[in-house]
């Protein structure tokens, strides 16, 4: 029996215990952990509120919230829930890495670092804990550290797709590209319809020179998930690599729509639009790029060729400069 069936008779089971008894606080937060793993968040919250009616010293009905609420980006609220989870019940170590990640995704990492040192001293096993602490290493970029991590997570949950992925984003940049393909490929086999998966995947197939099957790759990544920025994004990147550039700024359009805070996608869309001749719009998109982001010299870069598209010599030669001078020439 698959997940979906096994998760769909559980929920039909709680709906009928509750049919008979609906003050079974237990069941109403039986069936919002389930509804949780059906990514039904809303429908989840509303079966953790009232199992919260019926028995405020629930914990698990907190940190079930706690979850809810992250996966609906809402990492205020979810931290609120597993703090007061973890009030009610110190050992409970899904609230404990659930304070994590939220205090993660808040960009608060040392906290969070914090958190996943309790989950994990109270379960030395507990990958999720693994993967929180790799994320953090990630983000500060100690990337061996949160490699090992990654590992880690893997070793306790060998069918952790997300882990298996990150291990792929890490050796990517540690410039192991056939094991990053390797990691990818496994997370794949996983779980086929996980977005993030196939755009790693692409983005090592570019950069192994095999443009075609990278296209081919962030087209499923998209087709999962039509709002994965980063993915139109790295499709932009093939289709440039593949020399269709009005495709490729049709991409980065598409990636700014969905998300205007992507910076790399206004350099690189300065970057078509030069290769098409369209110095003006280039310039604009350098110029957002420099403002979102002032210290990358690449940036700089585009913006002096666009002002040398524009015959704007001596501008162009300021811009030059201050490319030389962020990287240190």
Request: proline share 2%; aromatic share 10%; with cysteine.
């Amino acid at each position: 029996m698959n997940a979906l069936n096994r998760h769909d008779q559980a929920l039909s089971a709680f709906d009928t215990a509750l049919h008979y008894d609906p003050q079974m606080a237990q069941a109403w937060n039986n069936k919002g952990l389930i509804l949780n793993q059906k990514k039904r968040y809303s429908d989840a919250l509303v079966a953790f509120d009232r199992a919260l009616q019926l028995n405020p010293q629930l914990a698990t009905s907190l940190s079930g919230k706690g979850t809810a609420l992250q996966d609906m980006g809402r990492q205020r609220d979810a931290l609120a829930a597993f703090e007061k989870a973890c009030q009610l019940s110190p050992t409970l170590v899904h609230a404990w890495s659930g304070r994590g990640l939220a205090l993660y995704e808040m960009g608060r990492l040392r906290d969070a670092n914090s958190m996943f040192d309790t989950a994990l001293s109270l379960d030395n096993r507990y990958a999720l804990a693994y993967f929180g602490k790799g994320q953090v290493l990630y983000a500060e970029r100690r990337l061996k550290n949160a490699l090992s991590m990654f590992d880690q997570a893997i070793q306790f949950n060998p069918e952790y797709v997300e882990a298996w992925t990150r291990r792929g984003n890490v050796v990517d940049e540690l410039g192991d590209y056939m094991y990053a393909l390797q990691c990818y490929e496994q997370a794949l086999h996983l779980n086929a319809h996980y977005a993030q998966a196939w755009s790693g995947k692409a983005g090592v197939l570019r950069q192994l020179g095999r443009h075609y099957e990278a296209l081919k790759a962030y087209d499923f990544a998209i087709d999962i998930d039509p709002k994965f920025s980063l993915a139109w994004n790295g499709k932009g990147n093939a289709l440039y690599s593949l020399n269709s550039y009005a495709d490729a700024l049709k991409a980065y359009e598409r990636a700014l729509q969905l998300n205007p805070r992507l910076t790399t996608a206004w350099h690189n869309k300065a970057l078509v639009l030069i290769r098409l001749h369209r110095y003006a719009d280039a310039l604009q998109a350098a110029e957002e790029a420099i403002r979102q982001r002032s210290d990358d010299p690449d940036h700089a870069q585009r913006k002096a060729e666009a002002l040398k598209g524009l015959k704007r010599k001596q501008e162009a030669r300021i811009a030059e400069a201050q490319a030389a001078r962020l990287r240190g020439a």
